[in-house]
């Protein structure tokens, strides 16, 4: 980007006197070296097309140089080589059928829908510590922790807790995780098969994922009674798999609609606040108070190929890699009971390293089925340079920006996002979409990701052919990735949960 001059102030004139001396220019500075790189991308992502063009033309040529008596002598070449050609015919024939019966069944993305809670149950950051200092569970040095994280967490005034805890004292039953776990999943759901028009009946998938509520019978089986699904339908109940089981659950459904033909799959993502609140001063377990949030989302997944037209994405990617053979991953977030029994979720100081760790080893499993060959050829430069002839250079941290249009970063903190914004060189407006959904929702665990994708949708962003990187941590330690490509271009929806505030963002959030 070139400089700008300054225009001079007050009016007064200021006289530069330049060097007469001619000198070559400097072209690290009057050179945008992104174009550079730029062309360079373009040059080698194209590069097999250019090497075909000429050869194509070679061919045409050819062909048009050939006279009727040319081809007859083809045609009786072929006459006496019969077998030949029959052989060939056969194997091309038999390897075409092997292809198209063995090649993955492209997966839809019909619709999603996120869970939008009610004006009663919004907390703003007041009363919230109003709340938690008339409840007498907390100390002063507790309460004061939490004011602390409160306001530089990156949450709005307008998330929401469940009803449970608006009561003073609050209501932690199993009755009210139930009626949680109910508003959340059935609003998600009820406004899926408004907008998609889908009966409830022609579900032959269900995936629920909730990692820290697991009553009996589960919530699966809760929603199949609801909805009076169909009594062959398969139904899975993923617990205890944090914030990133959304993605999993996404791929498990994936892995059944590989095998079952003609088939939708509903995907419900959530987490339960009520029986999951801690109650204690223990600094590390107070922290999931401060940032989790009501939320949850529905997504409807198909391998028909007559719902291509309708569908919003098609799956391209499932990338998740597992960090639980190391114990520190495995601890850095852990479910347990403090010194005086009472029973929270810890997050280790050593949170932010291992998700670093753990986002290493999943984008480089990633990288090279989705980075341009450009990409991949600069990281095996830069790596052979440093490993065999002990360079000392950076290593290359490839552009996921010229993979992805869009990013879906988990919202699970404000450190999360700053993190992966600087790590993966990242702008502002690729984490604006994480950044805002955890400004107005919070941490609404796996459901986040959707939150993201439908702000982007809001804000009228996609387009047909974007690709989007969801990005998804969790307890285990888990990261794990998920890529769409959308098939159309998306309208922004009247039923999006962003539809009544989009315009008031993006916000401008200031931290001390």
């Not at 829908?113 to 009610?118: A, F, L, R």
């Not at 999943?185 to 028009?197: Q, V």
């Not at 974007?466 to 490509?485: L, T």
Request: aromatic share 10%; proline share 5%; glycine share 6%.
């Amino acid at each position: 980007m070139g400089q700008e001059e300054n225009p001079p102030s007050n009016g007064v004139t200021v006289q530069i006197n330049q060097n007469p001396s001619r000198r070559l220019p400097d072209f690290l500075q009057s050179v945008n070296l992104k174009y550079v790189k730029l062309g360079y991308h373009y040059l080698i992502t194209h590069l097999l097309t250019l090497l075909l063009i000429p050869l194509m033309v070679g061919i045409l040529v050819e062909v048009g140089r050939m006279n009727p008596q040319d081809i007859w002598q083809l045609w009786i070449h072929l006459q006496f080589n019969l077998v030949s050609v029959l052989v060939c015919s056969a194997f091309l024939v038999f390897g075409c059928t092997v292809y198209v019966m063995s090649r993955p069944r492209p997966l839809y993305l019909v619709d999603y829908s996120c869970y939008k809670p009610p004006e009663t149950l919004k907390v703003n950051y007041e009363r919230f510590m109003e709340h938690s200092k008339l409840s007498g569970n907390f100390d002063d040095s507790a309460l004061e922790f939490q004011r602390k994280i409160l306001e530089r967490s990156g949450l709005g005034e307008n998330t929401y807790v469940p009803s449970a805890m608006h009561y003073l004292p609050p209501r932690p039953s199993m009755a009210a995780a139930r009626e949680e776990a109910e508003q959340v999943m059935y609003g998600a759901l009820d406004n899926l098969f408004h907008k998609t028009g889908l009966k409830p009946k022609d579900i032959g998938i269900l995936v629920v994922n909730c990692s820290l509520f697991n009553p009996t019978p589960s919530l699966s089986a809760m929603i199949v009674n609801k909805y009076k699904l169909r009594g062959n339908i398969r139904s899975f109940n993923l617990g205890g798999m944090g914030c990133s089981a959304g993605v999993i659950a996404i791929d498990l459904a994936k892995d059944l609609l590989q095998v079952h033909r003609n088939t939708y799959a509903v995907v419900v993502s959530t987490e339960n606040i009520t029986q999951n609140w801690y109650f204690g001063n223990k600094k590390s377990m107070l922290i999931p108070n401060c940032l989790f949030r009501v939320g949850g989302s529905a997504v409807l997944l198909s391998n028909k190929s007559s719902d291509r037209r309708r569908a919003k994405y098609k799956l391209v990617h499932v990338v998740r890699t597992h960090k639980g053979a190391d114990d520190k991953a495995f601890h850095c977030v852990y479910q347990e009971q403090d010194e005086t029994g009472r029973l929270g979720v810890s997050l280790s100081k050593d949170l932010m390293a291992i998700a670093g760790g753990a986002l290493k080893t999943n984008i480089t499993t990633l990288g090279p089925l989705v980075l341009p060959i450009s990409e991949q050829l600069l990281f095996f430069a830069t790596l052979v340079a440093r490993k065999l002839f002990n360079m000392k250079i950076k290593p290359y941290i490839p552009d996921f920006k010229l993979a992805f249009e869009h990013f879906c970063i988990h919202a699970g903190g404000r450190a999360v996002i700053d993190e992966l914004e600087k790590n993966l060189q990242l702008l502002p407006i690729h984490v604006e979409a994480s950044r805002m959904t955890l400004h107005r929702f919070g941490n609404t665990s796996s459901s986040s990701i959707w939150y993201e994708l439908g702000y982007i949708e809001a804000k009228g962003r996609m387009r047909k052919g974007n690709r989007i990187w969801q990005i998804a941590f969790g307890s285990g330690f888990k990261c794990n990735s998920a890529v769409w490509q959308a098939l159309r271009t998306v309208k922004p929806s009247s039923e999006s949960p962003w539809a009544e505030c989009i315009d008031q963002y993006p916000v401008k959030l200031m931290f001390d």
